[in-house]
């Protein structure tokens, strides 16, 4: 117990339905809220951390973790760099900032959803800026830039 090294070690935490939590949250392996946190949550990026809301759950801060699976509400932005998850009773007040995203069929994000390459081309310097020539303004659909992949996910009632 002493000796080991506790990082190695790998659990759940859960914050149970009849608790609240007032304050940020850093965690390593996995995080089940099935109550209420009123702060932000981080794990460190590019980890395995992953972070489950569940129906009854409750998050009023940011999110900060590489894998994210939402089924209750979620009052504040979200960050990951792996993939989200949101299910049929997601419901999202923020911006999502994914790599990889599912949303069921049910599930509501009022926000934006920004797809974590695009951010890095819009977080650029201001030194290296492209100048467009005013002919640039409209370009044809080939040079129009890709739209990230979402996939979907429908859910089977009553199965």
Known sequence: MFGKDSRAE???????TNCEMV???HFSDQLLVNGIIKGNIFAQPGSKATVTVSEKGRV??????????????????????????????????????YN???M????????S????????????PADTAVVKPASAERPGPEARPKS????AVTSQANA
């Open 10 to 16: 790998t659990g759940i935490t859960l914050v149970a």
């Open 100 to 102: 990889l995203i599912e």
């Open 23 to 25: 304050g940020d949250i």
């Open 113 to 124: 959803l920004v797809h974590q390459k695009d951010a890095k081309k819009e977080s650029r």
């Open 104 to 111: 069921v069929m049910g599930s509501r994000v009022d926000g």
């Open 60 to 97: 009023a801060g940011d999110i900060r973790v590489p894998n994210v699976i939402v089924n209750g509400k979620v009052f504040g932005d979200i960050h990951s760099d792996k993939h989200i998850e949101l299910a049929a009773k997601a419901e999202v007040i923020g911006n999502v900032h």
């Open 148 to 151: 990230p992949q979402v996939a």
